[in-house]
């Protein structure tokens, strides 16, 4: 017999709980890691990214071009969100606290909450997780162990949510790494009337989209008859020419 263990595990936010909280504008925080309790944000300020306004600098262009990171979709959400919630040099502590990890767990599981993973010689360096419900996406947070991992990330999300049909990628608070994507702020009651704009069915999934993506460089790739010269060759370079069109 296994002996109980004498902590109790954390009580998930019901997934109903957090849906609703989210088309009201509002997200969970704790105060550390350890922390059982959580506390619900509501910030007077928000930070988005305009779906056609991400900035896709020549230099990260070029990073996605070249595919430096395979990038996957919900192939490791447990190992993202728990990066994401690791100490950070200046940041020892975490708003992502075990309660948490469970609640996003369980949104995963049912089908809310996604994560996209960038690997470099079969190693997890960087990723993002966050929620998704009508056409809206709520970035939660990101990590990076290698140079611009989370914004190679954060450029397939852009991608894939114009090409799911999406109408609002949240970002919650704006951080000048944000600004430098295209992240602008405005106030809540706007970001309000913008989720009650985005209501209804996205044309696919966000998984769906990831999927047509890769697909689609697949099949440039495979009829092409020079590869280098195709411009979307590669799920990479497929990425970058979309992010260079408007919706």
Known sequence: MHAASPFPQPQPIPAEMLLLAYRSGIFPMA????DP?????????????????????????????????????????????????????????????????????SLHQAGHAHSLECWK????????????????????????????????????????LRHAGFALLDCQFMTDHLASLGAVEIPQPHYLDLVAAAQGMPAMTLP?????????????SASSPSASSD????????????LTQTS
Request: net charge neutral; hydrophobic share 45%; with cysteine.
């Open 37 to 105: 309790e959580i506390f619900w944000v509501e910030p007077r300020e928000r930070a988005i990214i305009p779906l056609d306004g991400f900035i896709l600098s020549r230099s990260l262009a070029k990073i996605v071009r070249q595919d430096r990171f395979t990038v996957t979709c919900n192939q490791a959400f447990s190992d993202v969100i728990r990066q994401c919630a690791a100490p950070r040099p200046g940041h020892p502590e975490s708003w992502i606290s075990e309660r948490i990890l469970a609640s996003y767990a």
């Open 121 to 160: 010689d079969g190693a997890l360096v960087g990723g993002l997780y966050g929620v998704g419900f009508d056409r809206v996406f709520c970035g939660e947070s990101m990590f990076s162990r290698a140079d611009n991992a989370s914004k190679v990330a954060l450029a397939w999300l852009v991608a894939m």
């Open 208 to 220: 769906q989209a990831y999927a047509g993506l890769v697909a689609g460089a697949s099949s440039a």
């Open 31 to 34: 105060d550390s890691r350890d």
């Open 231 to 242: 411009p979307a060759s590669s799920p990479g370079k497929l990425i970058a020419q979309s």
